[in-house]
């Protein structure tokens, strides 16, 4: 069965420090694996995608994740975290059998 | 493009009462999922539809939820008769997998509806 593990419930860094986001999956094939970004009262929007090729991906606002397949895991980090950053992550596989399946996300807090 | 449009935003009901929410996904879209987000169980798949069909609703918690898709730019998720359990933020997303121009696979959701139900 699909899913998703993000150990992680709250993680605080201070603003400057490096971030590193953990997500596990299980998958019968090789998934397409996603980093979603959620603010209080919005939606979900995407950070950054992964579905082949190379196994770091670059993404929007300075994230970048990493895929390894032998321990099925897709970790989000982020050199140097801006207040900004603070927020809901949620890591999530799909799309197989159509179904989205996401972790239950990290929420990050950022110290001035 | 407009993105996923979902109508209300905010919603404040009474026990019994019935609720609807509505969702207009990005044009060419050919999956629109709905989703449910509470503090203790995540975000839940409710239901979703490819081409208007509903393909699987085994998400939906019990018959007092209903969702329709009657043509590809509109769709809504009725509760009837909505109880405060129901309160939640319900989401809905949208995707293009199989039709002329597939995306990578990418959920596009739109900003959601808080419900409250006292």
């Known amino acids: 069965a699909q899913s998703v593990t993000q150990p992680d419930i709250h993680i605080t860094v201070s603003e400057g420090a490096s971030l590193e986001l953990r997500c596990n999956y299980s998958y019968g094939a090789t998934p397409y694996l996603f980093w979603y970004v959620q603010s209080p009262g919005q939606g979900l929007q995407l950070l950054l995608k992964y579905f082949s090729g190379d196994t770091l991906v670059q993404g929007i606002k300075g994230f970048e994740a990493e895929f390894k397949r032998s321990q099925s895991s897709f970790n989000l980090r982020k050199p140097s975290v801006h207040w900004s950053d603070a927020a809901e992550y949620f890591c999530?596989?799909?799309?197989?059998?159509?179904?989205?399946?996401f972790g239950t996300g990290t929420r990050l807090k950022v110290l001035a | 493009d407009a993105g996923v449009i979902q109508s209300p935003r905010h919603e404040v009901t009474e026990m019994g009462q019935e609720v609807t929410l509505r969702c207009k996904p990005i044009?060419?879209?050919?999956?629109l999922f709905w989703y449910r987000q509470t503090m203790m169980r995540g975000l839940e798949l409710l239901i979703y539809f490819n081409n208007n069909v509903p393909i699987d609703d085994s998400g939906m918690p019990e018959d007092r939820f209903s969702a329709k898709m009657p043509n590809a730019s509109f769709s809504t998720l009725k509760i009837q008769p909505s109880e405060p359990r129901d309160s939640a933020v319900y989401f809905c997303a949208s995707t293009s997998l199989t039709g002329e121009y597939p995306n990578t696979g990418e959920l596009f959701f739109g900003e959601g509806s808080r419900l409250t139900v006292l």
């Open positions: 999530a596989v799909g799309p197989g059998t159509y179904k989205y399946i």
């Open positions: 044009s060419g879209h050919d999956y």
